[in-house]
Nanobody, 121 residues
Framework: QVQLVESGGGLVQPGGSLRLSCAAS????????MGWYRQAPGKQRELVAT???????NYTNSIKGRFTISRDNAKNTVYLQMNSLKPEDTAVYHC???????????????WGQGTQVTVSS
C-alpha cells in the first residue's frame, strides 16, 4: 500500500506565496512521474504540473512563470512552490505519483487526499 500525504495549503492574500509538499510512503519500489492537480468548486480536476524521475517538468499554461515543481527522490517527496497567487488559483490541490510497489508490478497511479488553497483578500 502506498500513501501520499500533502501539506502546506492555507489562506493567502492575492500576490502571496505558498509551498505545498507531498510525501509518498509505504511499499514503494520505484516512483516515475509525480505531479500536482487541482480541483476548484464546480470544475473538473485539472493538471497543474508534473515532474519526471529525472527532473523533466511540465506546467499548465495558466501557472507558468509563477509555480515551480520540484522533487527529492531520496525522500519520495514532491513540492510545489506557488508565487504571485491569484484568486483563480483557489482549489483543492492533489498530489499524484506513478508507482511500482515491486520489480514485477505494473505502474499504478496513487493520489493524496488533497490540501485546500484559498487565495482571497
Amino acid at each position: 500500500q502506498v500513501q501520499l500525504v500533502e501539506s502546506g495549503g492555507g489562506l493567502v492574500q492575492p500576490g502571496g506565496s505558498l509551498r505545498l509538499s507531498c510525501a509518498a510512503s509505504g511499499s514503494i519500489f520505484s516512483i516515475n512521474d509525480m505531479g500536482w492537480y487541482r480541483q476548484a468548486p464546480g470544475k473538473q480536476r485539472e493538471l497543474v504540473a508534473t515532474i519526471s524521475s529525472i527532473g523533466r517538468t511540465n506546467y499548465t499554461n495558466s501557472i507558468k512563470g509563477r509555480f515551480t515543481i520540484s522533487r527529492d527522490n531520496a525522500k519520495n517527496t514532491v513540492y510545489l512552490q506557488m508565487n504571485s497567487l491569484k484568486p483563480e488559483d483557489t482549489a483543492v490541490y492533489h498530489c499524484n505519483a506513478n508507482v511500482k510497489v515491486s520489480r514485477w508490478s505494473i505502474w499504478r497511479d496513487y493520489w493524496g487526499q488533497g490540501t485546500q488553497v484559498t487565495v482571497s483578500s
